[in-house]
């Protein structure tokens, strides 16, 4: 069954600390990975987008690793801002062009 | 250039009203896709439309249906609403025929349904 998992459910830090944010799928066949930032309320947003030969890409203070062997991202955020606390979504694409969405990760970012 | 634009962005209605939602493409592409996002969870597939066609379907009953307009815009019609139809529906455009139509793919800000 196709499923993207994420963790941890939600996560709170202090302004300036960095963060991780886990992904784990089982979609097959994988076509390609990709974040979303969602701030509440609103629609989702693409911070980063790997296919199956990238194994990190960066936007900014975001960066998101894949390793496809194990079928694992994370998204890692540095020196975080008030303006991060969202929910993060990890986005597995198939040839189907079907998208699987994870849960999502809500992060709060307190000052 | 105008991004995906969704109409209205909020709404309430009564359980066992009927309700239409709209949606415009961004500039360009010609595929909307339409989803459920219920509060704390991922968006939930609802069905795709390119040429005017449902082109897929994801796991919603028969009272949600959808149409697509020759100018690419689409409307979400839900029947018989009841109070789990609640959430967050949101829009998403994409080129139907990219050699990667998933490069494109962009969501709009959603209308927030609340059935009561």
């Known amino acids: 069954k196709n499923q993207v998992e994420q963790s941890p459910q939600s996560l709170i830090i202090l302004e300036g600390k960095n963060c991780t944010l886990q992904?784990?799928?089982?979609?097959?066949?994988?076509?390609?990975l990709r974040w979303y930032k969602q701030d509440t309320g609103r629609g989702p947003v693409s911070l980063t987008i790997?296919?199956?030969?990238?194994n990190t890409k960066s936007n900014g203070r975001y960066t998101a690793t894949l390793d496809a062997d194990t079928k694992q991202s994370s998204l890692h955020i540095t020196a975080s801002q008030l303006s991060d606390s969202a929910s993060y979504i990890c986005?597995?694409?198939?040839?189907?062009?079907?998208?699987?969405f994870g849960p999502g990760t809500r992060l709060s970012v307190l000052p | 250039d105008a991004g995906v634009t969704q109409s209205p962005t909020h709404l309430i209605k009564t359980r066992g009203q009927q309700v239409t939602l709209r949606c415009s493409p961004k500039?360009?592409?010609?595929?909307v896709s339409w989803y459920q996002q219920a509060l704390g969870q991922g968006p939930q597939f609802i069905f795709q439309y390119y040429e005017e066609e449902e082109r897929q379907r994801g796991n919603f009953p028969d009272r949600f249906s959808g149409h697509q307009f020759p100018n690419y815009s689409s409307e979400l019609n839900v029947n018989a609403l009841l109070l789990g139809d609640s959430a967050l529906y949101l829009c998403?455009?994409?080129?139907?025929?990219?050699?990667?139509?998933?490069?494109?793919?962009?969501f709009g800000s959603g209308t927030r349904l609340t059935v009561v």
């Open positions: 998403a455009s994409s080129f139907f025929w990219g050699s990667r139509p998933y490069l494109g793919y962009t």
């Open positions: 500039s360009g592409h010609d595929t």
């Open positions: 992904c784990n799928y089982t979609v097959s066949p994988f076509s390609n």
């Open positions: 790997m296919t199956f030969s990238e």
């Open positions: 986005v597995v694409y198939n040839y189907g062009q079907n998208f699987v």
